[in-house]
Every structure is written in C-alpha cells, then in structure tokens.
C-alpha cells in the first residue's frame, strides 16, 4: 500500500501550537536526563553499549507494564496485529525503534572521539534537515507541509543556535581528517530521527494511542542493541559491575516520555515543529542539569545562555503565520 494512503485511513487533529510546542519542550527535557544518565552509567561500568542496553530495556519493561496495565494501551496492543493484517503502513515501520539503537550506538562510538559538542551540533544539523524534508513529503500523519522561507530561516537559525550554545565546549583540534569521518555517523543517526517520529506517528494514528508505538520503539531496539553487545560480549568480555544506585537505570524511563510524547504530538505538529521543540527542549535540559548538578567539564559561558534562547526564537519564527511562498 502506499505511504501517502496509509496515512489518510484516519486523518490527524490538529494541535494548538500554544501547548503543543510546551510537550515537545518536555520531551526534550527527558532527552537531556537520558543523555546524562546513561553517560554516568556508561562510565561507572565503563561500557557504553552495555549502558544503552540497559536503557533500552529497562524502558521496555516499563513501557510494557504501562500498556498493561492502561485499558488504552491493551486497546493499542490488541491493535497491532490488526493493522499489520491489513497493511495499514509499511511492515518495516515497527523497527523504527533501531534508528534509536543506531543513535545510541554512533553516541558511544564517536563521542570519545569528537566530542559532545560536534556530536550535538551534528545530530541537530541532520535531523533539522530531514524535518524540512518528511515535512515536504508529507510522511507524518500531519500530512504535507510546504517549505517555505519562514521555516527555511528558522532551521537556519536553529543550528546556528546550536552551533552557538555548545561552541564553549569545542575543544582544540588542527587536524580536520580527526572528526571530519567520525562525524558523519550522528549527522546520519540525526538525519534519521526525523524519519522514526514520523514512522512513529503514523503508527500511532491507527493504533489510536502512542503506547504500542513506544513498546514496537524499545522493543525493536533492544533486539539490535542484544545482538550487537552479544557480539561485543563474545569478543571484548562483559562490563564492570552494575552500580546499585537506583538513578542510574531511569533513562529507559525518560526514553518512554521521549518517544511517547514524540509519536503523539507528530500527529498535529509535524516534525519539523515537534523537531524544533525537541531541540530547545534538549538544551534548556541540559543547561538545567548543568547548573542544578554539575558534571566534570561543565562549561557555561553567556554563549550557551544566548546560544539557547535564540533556540526558542527559532522556533517563534517557524511557528508564526508568515505569508508561505513556496519553495519546491
């Protein structure tokens, strides 16, 4: 069946900007906790893929026991057989959860190597892109959303805030060829984010709630991050032990907001507006935690402070009633 007339069994409702962009925030905020938590993981037992691991599954159970116990997320996973019978979206649409896992796994690859800040910039710039792009092929159950110069500007403006905000972090580096290759794979992992809420958010129109969504979402990449840490187990050995602070296995609940949030408010936002939302929500979390609870290298200089607000700006511009002239 073809995308486009998948999308239209069940027509999206539209959502009021007003609140609509304040979830997206939230679910941004989440973003920054997860972010935090896992890394503090990942170095206690010293193995990244193992830390996403646990993230991934430990939202699986939680997103489980919520579905399960919620009389709409019984009605969500009652629905999930049905819909693929009657091919209501693409099959591989289910797997979206691996562009998470994907985004996970070039996290702990490239990290170490470039730096959180080109890391973020990167992933920014990729999935920015790619919003303008499923917004114009109308892949979320938003439907089709021209590129205009307005929302041209404002994802312009959105990594150049972005760029701004992490530019205190950047470290030293002459040699170009250092990131130059590292750097492709969270600019992909980005790139592909926009792709997965939209999947996400068709998924969620005929299921009828974002639970099922999220459930197919960890379930999908906790069985990629299984594979790939069983082939590291095999290869490099297990991780330290397990810490036995509870904090340290809250992201995968975090996660559970993230996605839930996401595949929901895609439906009347779009995604570039969801995106942008997430973006800004990403950084004022992480400016949050940085000052309520410092980690080693913390820098906050006025950029992250301008860099962060001009993030909100960007989205205020792609959010107000511009005259559209069309591009493409």
């Not at 609509?20 to 906790?33: D, K, S, Y």
């Not at 150049?160 to 992490?166: K, S």
């Not at 992992?189 to 009828?208: C, E, K």
Request: net charge positive; with cysteine; charged share 10%.
């Amino acid at each position: 069946m073809d995308v486009m007339q998948s999308q239209q069994v069940q027509p999206a409702s539209r959502m009021p900007v007003l609140w609509g962009i304040p979830l997206a925030v939230l679910a941004g905020f989440a973003i920054a906790g997860q972010g935090r938590i896992n890394g503090a993981l990942a170095s206690r037992i010293d193995d990244g893929l193992a830390a996403a691991l646990i993230s991934f599954g430990s939202g699986l159970l939680v997103i489980l026991l919520a579905s399960t116990l919620l009389p709409s997320g019984r009605r969500g996973l009652r629905a999930i057989p049905s819909a693929l019978r009657r091919h209501a979206f693409p099959r591989w649409y289910i797997g979206a959860g691996m562009i998470g896992a994907f985004f996970v796994l070039s996290q702990g690859l490239t990290v170490t190597v470039i730096g959180i800040a080109l890391f973020t910039v990167a992933v920014v710039t990729g999935q920015s892109l790619s919003a303008l792009l499923v917004d114009r092929i109308g892949l979320s159950p938003a439907g089709r959303k021209p590129i205009t110069g307005m929302r041209i500007i404002s994802v312009t403006l959105t990594i150049i805030a972005v760029i701004w905000a992490v530019s205190p972090r950047f470290g030293r580096t002459d040699d170009l060829g250092h990131w130059a290759l590292p750097v492709l794979l969270p600019l992909a992992a980005g790139f592909l984010m926009s792709f997965q809420q939209a999947m996400n958010g068709i998924q969620t129109v005929h299921y009828g709630t974002p639970l099922a969504a999220t459930v197919l979402n960890f379930g999908s990449g906790t069985l990629a991050l299984v594979v790939i840490w069983s082939i590291k187990y095999l290869t490099a050995g297990p991780a330290e032990a397990l810490p036995g602070e509870w904090w340290y296995y809250t992201g995968g609940a975090l996660g559970c907001v993230f996605i839930g949030l996401g595949a929901w408010l895609v439906r009347g936002l779009g995604v570039l507006l969801t995106g942008l939302g997430l973006i800004a929500g990403q950084l004022l979390g992480s400016l949050a935690l940085d000052l309520i609870f410092p980690a080693a290298g913390t820098v906050i200089a006025p950029a992250t402070w301008f860099g962060t607000f001009l993030t909100l700006g960007a989205i205020v511009l792609a959010t107000l009633p511009w005259p559209r002239r069309v591009r493409g």
